[in-house]
């Protein structure tokens, strides 16, 4: 029995001792007299405060609580009386924020004493504003930007929908909350028509890799009949703790009427280049009504080179300028003696130099046609070579263009695999050994690597 009585007592001090080191307030008053029986560190600097003196010893409380000028306190005890707890949000000296909780004791019969217990939650108070006029900004920037916003469920299902993306989608919120991309209820397409796969589709992307996405077209159907081109932004919202996306945010914006302007200006470019290879198919047909010899030459020299330029992966842009200009590489020869052209014997070096003539001849020409200047440039240098032997500017290297790099292999290659007046042919495989030979001094070696796999693909 001494030991559990000891056992006891320790207890209880620790308790009084954990009280007092407290951060909140406690107090304990008695009723109905309110004499302070308790006050813990906190709770004796708390009231000294809110009674604006500095020695409380001898307070008398009761005058403070039936003022009712300190924060409604008889209104509090009165909670308390009648319930046998209550709460309350009490606003202290200094504007400092206190969260109240008083209780009777004992809890049943005559009250004899109340605890009150205070918390400052002046700081989590203003926090709390903070975030509500946050969410409030958010909510309004939310409801009110031009920029389509859907937030979806890792799994692709549709959770919150802006105004603007019900406008743009055609569809209200309530009807797209949980629909998902990944279960055909859009068949959303590229720009290139093919339709997007589940796990293609740039949400599921983002869910699989983690990683966001920009700049992402994609065509979606409109309730309206008429397929809307979006321009998204893609980015996980929410992470799981292992790193998995569990919430995505996608940001859109309508560029329908851009993309159709985008179309009428590819149709227009398209029309464009159509009129301008048939000027230079003109153009090439005239040529070789006067050198029969070299009928098809051009046209042949614009399919290999063409090749060529697409195994070395130029741009379509780029292979087009090389087609082009290899169509009309001889234009100029229209400047040069019809019988140096059809001479069924080797050429004086006279001649050779006249016959030199006709790549700035074909140069004056081509650059009077603004749109044509790449391939002017082009069919001017088709003669260069690497060493700086060639006409008619002696370019070396990287000087020389790319695209007419190519179609001075190509029109190589077709010269020796068909006769001349004044020789036979040496074919294809002389003309291969005849470029391998020259790479690096005559020919740009990457391209006689690329025409040689075209050779060994067909």
Not at 3 to 9: F, L, S, V
Not at 40 to 53: F, H, K, P, Y
Not at 345 to 352: G, I, N, P, R
């Amino acid at each position: 029995m001494p030991h559990t009585r000891a056992r006891a007592g320790l207890g209880a001090a620790l308790a009084n001792d954990l009280i007092a080191a407290l951060p909140d307030v406690v107090l304990v008053i008695t009723y109905p007299g309110y004499e302070l029986i308790y006050g813990n560190e906190a709770g004796r600097a708390w009231l000294s405060t809110a009674l604006g003196v500095e020695d409380i010893a001898g307070i008398d409380l009761s005058t403070a609580v039936a003022g009712g000028s300190r924060g409604n306190w008889a209104q509090y005890i009165e909670s308390v009386l009648a319930h046998g707890t209550s709460q309350h949000q009490h606003t202290g000296a200094a504007g400092r924020r206190w969260q109240l909780r008083l209780a009777r004791q004992p809890a049943q019969g005559p009250c004899t004493a109340i605890t009150v217990s205070a918390t400052d939650i002046t700081d989590l108070v203003d926090m709390r504003a903070q975030l509500d006029a946050s969410d409030h900004h958010y909510r309004l920037l939310f409801e009110t930007m031009s920029t389509g916003v859907v937030y979806h469920h890792a799994d692709g299902r549709v959770m919150r929908v802006n105004p603007a993306a019900e406008a743009i989608l055609g569809y209200r919120e309530a009807e797209m909350i949980g629909w998902s991309p990944i279960k055909g209820r859009w068949e959303v397409i590229r720009e290139d028509g093919s339709v997007y796969a589940a796990a293609e589709h740039p949400i599921m992307q983002v869910v699989r890799t983690g990683e966001g996405l920009d700049n992402q077209l994609l065509g979606v159907p409109h309730p309206d009949g008429r397929r809307r081109w979006i321009r998204l932004n893609v980015r996980p919202a929410l992470r799981a703790a292992d790193g998995r996306v569990e919430n995505l945010v996608v940001c859109f914006q309508d560029v329908t009427d851009e993309q159709a302007l985008r179309d009428q200006t590819r149709a227009q470019l398209a029309q464009l280049d159509r009129a301008l290879e048939q000027s230079l198919l003109a153009m090439a047909e005239m040529i070789e009504q006067r050198d029969p010899y070299t009928a098809g030459h051009q046209q042949n020299v614009a399919d290999l080179a063409e090749r060529i330029a697409h195994e070395m992966g130029l741009s379509q842009e780029r292979c087009r300028i090389v087609r082009f200009a290899a169509l009309v590489h001889d234009i100029g020869k229209n400047a040069v003696p019809l019988e140096m052209l059809v001479k069924p014997t080797s050429l004086t070096a006279v001649e050779h130099d006249v016959i030199k003539q006709h790549v700035e001849a074909g140069y004056k020409v081509l650059s009077r046609i603004e749109f044509a200047q790449p391939v002017a440039d082009v069919m001017r240098q088709h003669h260069e070579r690497l060493d700086g032997s060639g006409y008619p500017a002696g370019l070396r290297g990287d000087d020389i263009l790319l695209e007419a790099r190519i179609l001075a292999v190509a029109d190589t290659v077709d010269a020796m695999a068909n006769d001349r007046p004044y020789r036979r042919a040496p074919g294809l495989r002389a003309a291969l050994a005849v470029l391998e030979q020259a790479a690096g001094t005559h020919y740009d070696p990457d391209v006689v690597a690329a025409f040689r796999r075209t050779v060994t693909a067909a």
